[in-house]
């Protein structure tokens, strides 16, 4: 499985977009980009994931970039209740494996 | 929605002591999983189960073993709980190659 890298914090303020990025520039063809998110003292919540079209849910939009060497993951209008660590992960469409690394942490500020 | 349960949200234990974690899925999920979450070392694969009866180690299995002996429900067994498995236990289920769901977790502290 890739290596994703994402950056350790990120805030934004309540009602705008917050946008993640992650880079998995050695990500495979048959590698799936997935993204969860972990509100504190919980389970990770699983939000979306995509190949190489761009992705949107009730949840968040996923962007991949055509060469597939990086991602953003979208909330377009982020709550408090969006406070979390998230993370970035590349997984084989053949694999049960999730690779959970350090993800990026988002504070929405009031 | 889907529902994955854990027995405790926390749960504190003695050294030595045998300790049983169990998670539930309502989903027919056919894959089931045990994490650990510790600070600055991210979820770590305990076990994997893909079938009834079925396990997989992960990439720390040492000092622990499963059971599965129905669908729904995946257990993680700590024989004899040592000081340093003190950790969050995160269980999880899918179908193959699906997204992964998780339960709330256990914190455990063995003393």
């Known amino acids: 499985d890739a290596k994703t890298t994402q950056p350790p914090s990120m805030d934004c303020a309540e009602g705008r977009a917050a946008n993640l990025p992650c880079n998995h520039s050695t990500i495979s063809g048959n590698e799936y980009v997935y993204w969860y998110r972990q509100i504190h003292s919980q389970g990770p919540q699983y939000i979306i994931h995509g190949l190489k079209n761009n992705e949107t849910n009730e949840m968040a939009s996923l962007i991949i970039t055509e060469d597939r060497k990086s991602s953003t993951l979208i909330l377009p209008h982020a709550t408090l209740r969006d406070t979390a660590v998230y993370y970035c992960i590349a997984r084989m469409d053949s694999s049960y494996k999730l690779i959970f690394g350090s993800g990026t942490r988002l504070l929405v500020r009031p | 929605d889907v529902k994955v349960t854990q027995s405790s949200r926390y749960l504190v234990k003695r050294t030595g002591e045998k300790v049983f974690l169990e998670c539930v899925q309502d989903?027919?999920?056919?894959?089931m999983f045990w994490y650990r979450q510790d600070p600055g070392l991210g979820l770590r694969l305990i076990y994997f189960?893909?079938?009834?009866?079925?396990?997989e180690k992960g990439d720390i299995p040492e000092g622990y073993s499963v059971s599965r002996e129905k669908k729904e429900r995946f257990s993680l067994i700590l024989e004899s709980a040592s000081t340093n498995q003190t950790s969050m236990y995160l269980c999880?289920?899918?179908?193959?190659?699906?997204?992964?769901?998780f339960g709330p977790g256990t914190r455990l502290t063995v003393l």
């Open positions: 189960s893909y079938d009834v009866k079925m396990k």
């Open positions: 999880a289920s899918s179908s193959p190659f699906y997204e992964q769901f």
């Open positions: 989903m027919d999920h056919e894959n």
